[in-house]
């Protein structure tokens, strides 16, 4: 083993740089929306770029399986009913998403486990809808970055006001009142 004091192992964890609260991680963008550094502009391009992408690419599949429909020839109302149906599921899949951006699901309110797991047939459909709300979330920031800055400055906060409070060994303040009694 190296006795490089600049060198450490692996799989030790690297000690925080405060004793404050961490950010969260956000997929795509790490930390780096914290201080908007480490190419964060770059990675939201390619994050909006990317689901345009996607969206594009799932929309050309699911073209296909509309032309599976008229060759089979099932009619003009069979169709129509197809694409009402990919409309609304992408539709409600973009508010799902948009919704999820900006607030925490309520436990057992409205997005409780048995509510997700029911909806998550129609978010699947809906994958457009989803893949859209990513890339207009990108163009403005980092998508959930509001949600999470918001909540790493109220962690940040409520951190200051406990560490002010204290105003050290609570057994020298009690000694110091007895002398001054005393």
């Known amino acids: 083993m190296d006795d ?13 740089a405060s004793d ?25 391009a390619g994050v ?4 345009l992408a996607a969206a594009a690419a799932g929309a050309f ?3 296909f399986g509309f032309q599976g429909l008229s060759i089979a020839k099932v009619g003009t109302f069979v169709g129509l009913l197809v694409v009402v149906a990919f409309a609304v599921c992408s539709a409600l899949a973009f508010r799902k998403t948009w919704e999820g951006f900006i607030r925490r699901p309520e436990p057992g309110g409205r997005g409780s486990d048995a509510a997700a797991s ?5 978010l699947l459909i809906g994958f457009i809808g989803t893949l859209l709300a990513y890339c ?6 980092a998508p959930g970055e509001k949600l999470h800055r918001a909540e790493y400055e109220r962690a940040r906060e409520l951190h200051t006001r406990r560490r002010s409070t204290r105003a050290g060994n609570p057994a020298a303040r009690a ?6 009694r005393g």
Do not use: C, M
């Not at 490089?4 to 925080?16: F, W």
């Open 175 to 180: 000694a110091a009142k007895k002398r001054k």
């Open 118 to 122: 029911s909806a998550q047939g129609i």
């Open 48 to 51: 909006a770029v990317g689901a």
């Open 136 to 141: 207009v979330r990108a163009l403005v920031e």
């Open 4 to 16: 490089d004091p600049q060198t450490k192992p692996n799989d030790q964890p690297e000690p925080a």
């Open 61 to 63: 599949v699911l073209r």
């Open 20 to 44: 404050g609260p961490q950010p969260e991680p956000l997929r795509f963008f790490g930390t780096t929306w914290v201080h908007h550094d480490g190419g964060y502009a770059l990675r939201r």
